[in-house]
């Protein structure tokens, strides 16, 4: 089973399925990392605020997978809004996991409240153009911070790591998105279980004798999204990778997405302030 690839604006591709690392423990995220690089994966997807890096690294280098065939990005954390702070963090993320490069580095959150992320969104151009990030991109970005950044910067973000799922479909960003080309990466792709016993997925599940799992995935992958599902276990890794071997109707994708209440499992970003002590 082939993983397609996406291309970014910037002509960079990116596997359109990866493994998220959100909420594994460090203990634990080189096994579970080395575990998805064995199934298949070639994209992982963590951040400073996971506190995981260097365990991400660690997988990395003991997979045996070349470094170039492995598509890795992390995250600016929330402490780091300002410009120095901001080239030092990506410093520490790059030492955390032992890399040359980094493929693709996001402002985790915009912080409307904390200090600007119009002069962040600069530190991140400057990175982009020290040529040890592929891509930069951003997350949480509602329509106004995008235009603040089209209006105020010279980079257009490659991507834009927003919560989507069924419960959430986000169509209206998704949109504004495509139309100035940057690429939606859907964190919390199955609402971190939410969805999994709503009875519109699992009657297309059992028609298709596939898992919740699966058609929710499936349907983002039909919708172009990019996702990283997160799983600690490992039957649940090679489930979440097999999705390419059957396809939703076009009604399956309409019913599915009828299925949105604009609920979200994480902060608004537009209120989200937070940054870790
Ligand atoms: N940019 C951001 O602000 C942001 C925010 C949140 C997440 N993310 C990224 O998006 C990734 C995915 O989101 P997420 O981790 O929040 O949630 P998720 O992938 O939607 O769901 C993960 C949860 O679902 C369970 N699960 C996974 N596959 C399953 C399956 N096939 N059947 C039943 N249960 C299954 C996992 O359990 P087990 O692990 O116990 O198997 C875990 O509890 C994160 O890991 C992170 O990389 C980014």
Redesign the pocket.
């Known amino acids: 089973m082939t993983v397609p690839n996406i291309t970014l604006n910037n002509g960079v591709t990116i596997p359109q399925l990866g493994f998220?690392?959100?909420?594994i423990d460090p203990a634990d995220t080189k096994e579970a990392t080395l575990a998805a690089l064995e199934v298949g994966y070639r994209h992982i997807?963590?951040?400073e605020m996971y506190g995981n890096e260097k365990e991400v690294g660690q997988a990395v280098a003991a997979s045996g997978i070349a470094r170039e065939d492995i598509y890795v990005t992390s995250?600016l954390n929330n402490g780091f809004h300002e410009r120095d702070a901001a080239l030092k963090a990506f410093d520490g993320t790059l030492e955390a996991l032992g890399f040359e490069y980094l493929d693709l580095f996001l402002i985790?959150?915009p912080l409307p409240k904390v200090g600007d992320f119009v002069e962040t969104w600069k530190a991140m151009e400057e990175i982009l153009a020290s040529g040890r990030v592929k891509s930069i991109g951003v997350?949480?970005f509602q329509q106004h911070h995008l235009q603040r950044l089209f209006d105020e910067t010279e980079v257009v973000p490659a991507v834009n790591?927003i919560?989507v799922?069924p419960y959430l479909t986000q169509d209206v960003l998704r949109s504004f998105n495509a139309d100035n080309g940057i690429a939606t990466e859907a964190?919390?792709?199955?609402?971190?279980?939410k969805v999994?016993d709503d009875s519109t997925i699992v009657d297309i599940a059992d028609r298709l004798g596939k898992?919740p799992?699966q058609v929710t995935l499936r349907w983002h992958i039909q919708r172009g999204d990019i996702v990283?599902?997160?799983?600690?276990?490992r039957a649940?890794v090679e489930?979440?990778f097999a999705i390419f071997d059957f396809e939703l109707t076009d009604a399956d994708v309409t019913a599915i997405t009828a299925l949105n209440r604009d609920e979200r499992t994480?902060p608004n970003p537009d209120e989200f302030n937070y940054i870790p002590s």
């Open positions: 998220g690392t959100y909420q997807d963590t951040a995250k985790h959150w997350s949480n790591q919560e799922h964190w919390s792709p199955i609402a971190q279980g999994l898992s799992a990283f599902p997160k799983s600690v276990t649940r489930e979440n994480g």
